[in-house]
């Protein structure tokens, strides 16, 4: 069985940096590309970043780069999203989501439960 | 960026009646390989999102057959056949077949 346990949201000031992290397990996870997507509270979905399954390839979205980087432990199963420059419109929850394919993803078919990033003073 | 525009943003629907939700994409969802990734997702209040269909029309594994997408280039749509209690939720039509993927704004579904 998929499972993806995100952790490491917290409360962070503006400007502050936080790294999330994201364990899977149930599947090979060398093989396949890992996302982050993310919601704020009561708002619909946006796309953060992406991976492939070698981490060759890492793509983001314009409100996150230059400020975050995406990275993954195969040894481990982990995924992480480095967050820096973190400013309000950052407070979100962020879900950790497993790609279908080792270079990309083509659809989302597992998601994490997510954890909560909110910045605010 | 491609854009996704959802219609309607608010569906009541009586329980046991169709319901249907509409995307269209900015730009031809035409993939390189030739395939469309438009998928649509559920989510209900305090659940992370649940895909349901994937490139148009294949129902993701488990989901039911009152379920159903159709469409092509850029225009798409999702069907229930007959709405269940536990339909209820947000929908969502995402394109992944350019960087960055882009999700529609949500359809939220409630029961009249």
């Known amino acids: 069985e998929v499972q993806l346990l995100e952790s490491g949201g917290a409360l962070v000031q503006p400007g502050g940096s936080l790294r999330l992290s994201c364990a899977a397990s149930?599947?090979?996870?060398?093989?396949?590309?890992m996302a982050w997507v993310r919601q704020p509270a009561g708002k619909g979905l946006e796309w953060v970043s992406a991976i492939s399954g070698g981490a060759a390839r890492t793509d983001y979205a314009d409100s996150v780069k230059g400020r975050c980087t995406i990275s993954r432990d195969n040894s481990k199963g982990m995924l992480f999203l480095e967050m820096n420059t973190l400013g309000v419109d950052d407070t979100a929850v962020y879900y950790c989501?497993?790609?279908?394919?080792?270079?990309?993803?083509?659809?989302?078919?597992?998601w994490g439960l997510g954890t909560l990033v909110t910045v605010s003073s | 960026d491609i854009v996704m525009t959802q219609t309607p943003l608010s569906s009541p629907v009586t329980l046991g009646q169709p319901a249907s939700i509409s995307c269209t994409s900015s730009q031809s969802l035409e993939h390189s390989d030739g395939n469309i990734y438009l998928s649509w997702l559920h989510q209900r209040p305090g659940q992370p999102p649940r895909l349901l269909i994937y490139q148009i029309s294949n129902r993701f594994s488990g989901v039911p057959d009152r379920f159903s997408g159709s469409g092509t280039g850029t225009d798409f749509s999702l069907k229930i056949s007959r709405v269940e209690a536990e339909d209820v939720g947000v929908y969502y039509c995402m394109q992944a077949t350019q960087f960055p993927f882009t999700f529609g704004q949500g359809t939220k579904l409630e029961i009249k």
């Open positions: 989501v497993k790609g279908d394919t080792f270079v990309t993803s083509y659809h989302f078919a597992y």
């Open positions: 149930g599947f090979s996870f060398n093989k396949y590309a």
